[in-house]
């Protein structure tokens, strides 16, 4: 079987190693149009406050690793068209710009996302820039090294954390931010007030409100709103993502967005074809319906699931909850499934509850509290979404315990009742988990359990 992986980074890397583990005698080719393999752009802002040295610590395999497993790499090689009765995919090589024709039977597709470029006056100006991959973060590094004035556009995870890590690296940052509050995919008002503080705290100049209308190019950059101008050196375009599907569009079904719709194993509309990753749709277990997710966690889950099902293997995807955590100057804030926000913008009939406590006995660690956000259905009482806080434990696995319990559909009793370990080096004897769930009970009433 000749297997043919577009894109390698995160999808890609999982599927051709899937591929290539569940049925070795595959012929994989992977086209990528740059050098590199699978770099981790959520490690920029590491890199920039200086958590590591050097961004090549940011990949975590390489095109030689890929060819030792077996996959012929075919890097600086750009997929420029499908012939679909022919099943052949057209490849020019970016160095030589010689034309390549490839056979497939199956096509694994995981060409991810671009960043969200806004159409407005000034926006293609030197200064304006964005980070995506190794390419472009490489440019934003050698900016911002000269540039003291940085006006980040866009408060969602990564315009935030870069924020964040802009200015611990000593520069003056500016955060414009279009919605009344920061994060608001992942945190309801409260709990983004407290990153804002953390922000602010730390230097950033934040304006919430703040729609940005255009770019003027003059001996400064001036960052436009409807009454403002902001002198800048530099603008970091963090307004999000969109598919990059270009190459099956009108072939395949796409969603409003232009991600790729698949099946519950991976497979779009043309049966040869699979998708996973930015360049795809999630299936959004909280929600029961596809959504746009695009996260690496959610990549590599696809890219692996796009790998068995070519491989000839049979397994269903389980879908997500769009779990992500971020850090600012060692705040850790993490969050899965929907904030009361957003379950209320999809008419959704929620409740929510705010948990504060001590994770450990506050003799032991007298500064670890930790604040759990639970938001769930009001008549199942069933979990919906999850939201925590804490400055010096590690919340990141209860969010993870969260999101599991999520995708096992549990509710308010569920987790109130679960089996959870007790170490007082760790956490108390009732869990922090069980005790955020039992504060909403107590607020709501208990539900008995189903005859
Ligand atoms: C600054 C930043 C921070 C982030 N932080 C996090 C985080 O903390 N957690 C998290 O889960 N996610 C994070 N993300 C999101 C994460 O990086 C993406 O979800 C992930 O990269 C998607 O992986 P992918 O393989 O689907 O697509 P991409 O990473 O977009 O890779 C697609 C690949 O396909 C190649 N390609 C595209 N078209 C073609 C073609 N025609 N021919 C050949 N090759 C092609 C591209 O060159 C690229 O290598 C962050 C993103 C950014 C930018």
């Not at 899937?18 to 959520?42: C, D, M, Q, W």
């Not at 969260?402 to 569920?414: F, G, I, P, Q």
Request: charged share 20%.
């Amino acid at each position: 079987m000749q297997v043919i992986v577009i894109g390698a980074t995160h999808a890609g890397v999982a599927a051709i190693k899937t591929v290539l583990k569940y049925n070795p005698t595959a012929e994989v080719t992977v086209i990528e149009r740059h050098a590199e393999v699978s770099f981790v752009a959520g490690g920029v802002p590491l890199y920039l406050e200086g958590g590591i040295s050097s961004l090549n610590q940011l990949m975590y395999t390489s095109v030689a690793d890929l060819t030792a497993l077996g996959a012929k790499m075919l890097m600086q090689h750009d997929a420029i068209r499908i012939d679909y009765d022919r099943q052949e995919v057209l490849v020019q090589n970016l160095q030589s710009d010689e034309i390549l024709s490839l056979h497939y039977d199956k096509i694994i597709l995981a060409t991810g996302s671009a960043v969200v470029v806004p159409s407005m006056r000034g926006v293609d100006a030197q200064r304006v820039m964005m980070v995506k991959d190794y390419q472009t973060t490489m440019q934003v590094v050698k900016a911002t090294k000269a540039n003291e004035r940085i006006t980040i556009i866009g408060g969602g995870y990564v315009g935030t954390e870069l924020a964040a890590a802009l200015a611990a690296s000593g520069h003056k940052v500016t955060l414009l931010q279009r919605n009344s509050h920061l994060l608001p995919l992942y945190y309801d008002t409260d709990i983004a007030l407290e990153v804002q503080n953390l922000l602010v705290a730390n230097g950033v100049d934040i304006h919430l409100n703040a729609a940005v209308t255009g770019f003027k190019n003059g001996v400064d950059l001036q960052v436009c709103t409807a009454d403002h101008e902001y002198p800048s050196d530099l603008a970091l375009i963090c307004t999000g993502f969109v598919p990059v599907s270009n190459l099956v569009a009108g072939h395949v079904d796409l969603d409003r967005r232009g991600a790729v719709v698949t099946n519950d194993y991976g497979q779009s509309s043309d049966p040869n074809i699979y998708a996973a990753g930015d360049v795809r749709a999630a299936h959004s277990t909280v929600l029961g319906k596809e959504i746009y997710l695009p996260l690496a966690s959610n990549a590599v889950r696809q890219g692996q699931l796009a790998g068995l099902n070519v491989a000839g293997r049979h397994i269903r995807d389980r879908g997500s909850q769009g779990s992500t955590a971020s850090s600012f100057f060692g705040h850790i804030f993490a969050s899965t499934g929907l904030t009361q926000e957003e379950a209320e913008r999809y008419g959704l009939d929620v409740r929510a509850t705010t948990y504060t406590d001590w994770c450990r006995m506050p003799s032991i660690q007298p500064n670890g509290k930790i604040t759990v956000r639970l938001v769930f259905a009001t008549a199942t009482h069933r979990i919906l979404g999850g939201q925590l806080q804490s400055m010096q434990e590690d919340i990141v696995q209860a969010t993870n315990a969260l999101s599991v319990a999520m995708e096992n559909k549990n509710t308010l009793e569920d987790l109130a009742a679960v089996d959870m370990l007790f170490h007082p080096e760790y956490n108390r004897p009732l869990n922090y988990l069980n005790a955020a769930a039992q504060q909403a009970i107590d607020e709501v009433g208990l539900l008995d359990d189903p005859e």
